[in-house]
């Protein structure tokens, strides 16, 4: 399995084309709607929320609610482009037009300097345009597709909060995955711990009339994905690795953990490895789960833990000094809509790319040209596993 997205922050569309998906697996709409609409939730969204309505458009490899095993294009209407047709369209303009709208001065902290320098970019708005968070809408769409096929082989999958301006929800060790989907669906933050909801979105809210920005930590939690799911044999296979690598490719995060994380470099090792324990109706499992669901680059059986860590959003209303690529002089940074904290959207954006990821290491792993085998393959690997 494998996606490519393409489309403009203020451009006319968001495109996804998802391949590898098995044939014969029930695939609905409103399932993405569903995703789609949840990332545009939590307290501290921007106005480009309130003017957006993502929406999904199916428009291949999908026929009578069920897959093709052919490429599925995923389309999402930007509707605000009616505003920026001048600005955004892709008939030429005449060069004065051109001229007045070049965007010469890069903001610290976003992909404007680095692609334009890269790219030969004299007008920024061809990079801040694409590097936008924006993207991460068929990203989620993608996959919402990943998230639906895991379901059906019994995989689940959430993301909530953890962390947001050092504010930190305690630990509820006792809740099932269905309880933490539930509770973070209804937290207008996105966290498991209600007491802290007010004091976030009071950091959140003195963020915004300070002109500034908080970021955070989210998680996602997995359960159902059988043991031995990725590779110890090729470094290049390790599912640990390759989750990591998801993580840190969504806008503005700037690191990952599996299981305790970094906090393991402080501990010994009889206080971070987790012991193996068997009995006849499960099989092999562990008596804890520090290590996050994988031993070698491997998942062990043990739910998935993987954290993610999302700095504080780079455009800000009270802006950073810079410096103009045409004049060099010295500015203040230009403001372009913005949230002051994204961090509860970015736990779905995080949870839909770790789908993906899971989804991809299943279909290589087992036959999957055809969903009701490749579900027949899992079923009988599981119970392989029981009986080891």
């Known amino acids: 399995m494998r996606y490519l997205t393409s489309g403009e922050s203020h451009g006319k569309k968001l495109i996804t084309i998802v391949e590898g998906v098995p044939a014969n697996m029930p695939l609905l709409k409103k399932d993405i709607d569903e995703s789609l609409l949840r990332r545009q939730k939590g307290h501290g969204r921007g106005r480009r929320m309130q003017i957006e309505k993502d929406l999904v458009d199916i428009t291949s490899g999908v026929r009578h609610g069920y897959t093709l095993g052919s490429p599925i294009g995923l389309v999402v209407d930007n509707d605000d482009f009616k505003h920026w047709t001048d600005i955004m369209g892709e008939d030429p303009v005449d060069e004065d037009a051109k001229i007045r709208r ?3 001065r890069p903001r610290p902290g976003h992909a404007d300097l680095n692609g334009a320098m890269k790219y030969g970019h004299r007008d920024m708005r061809n990079v801040l345009e694409r590097s936008s968070a924006r993207e991460t809408t068929v990203r989620v769409a993608a996959g919402a597709v990943a998230k639906i096929m895991l379901k059906q082989l019994g995989i689940n999958v ?7 301006a050092g504010i930190q929800a305690k630990e509820i060790a006792e809740l099932t995955i269905e309880e933490k989907r539930v509770i973070s669906e209804e937290s207008p933050v996105r966290v498991l711990d209600k007491d802290v909801e007010q004091p ?7 963020a915004k009339a300070d002109g500034d920005s908080i970021g955070g930590v989210c998680e996602v939690y997995v359960e159902g994905m059988p043991a031995g799911i990725g590779s110890y044999v090729h470094y290049d296979r390790k599912l640990d690795s390759k989750l990591a690598g998801a993580v840190m490719s969504i806008n503005a995060f700037k690191g990952a953990e599996i299981g305790i994380g970094f906090e393991a470099a402080r501990k010994n090792g009889s206080e971070v490895h987790d012991e193996i324990i068997w009995n006849e109706e499960d099989g092999f499992s562990r008596r804890t789960n520090r290590l996050g669901g994988f031993e070698g680059g491997m998942t062990t059986g043990m739910p998935l833990v993987i954290k993610g860590v999302m700095k504080p959003i780079p455009t800000l209303y009270k802006p950073l000094k810079s410096v103009d690529i045409e004049s060099k002089e010295v500015f203040s940074a230009s403001i372009e809509r913005s949230d002051s904290c994204a961090v509860p959207a970015a736990a779905v954006v995080m949870e839909h790319v770790v789908a ?7 279909t290589e792993e087992f036959q999957s040209n055809q969903f009701p085998k490749l579900k027949e393959a899992m079923d009988a690997y599981r119970e392989e596993l029981r009986s080891f």
Do not use: N
């Open 102 to 104: 070049v965007v010469s």
């Open 158 to 164: 959430v993301g909530y909060v953890k962390e947001i």
């Open 200 to 206: 976030i979105m009071d950091a959140i809210d003195q």
């Open 356 to 362: 993906f990821e899971l989804a991809k290491a299943i």
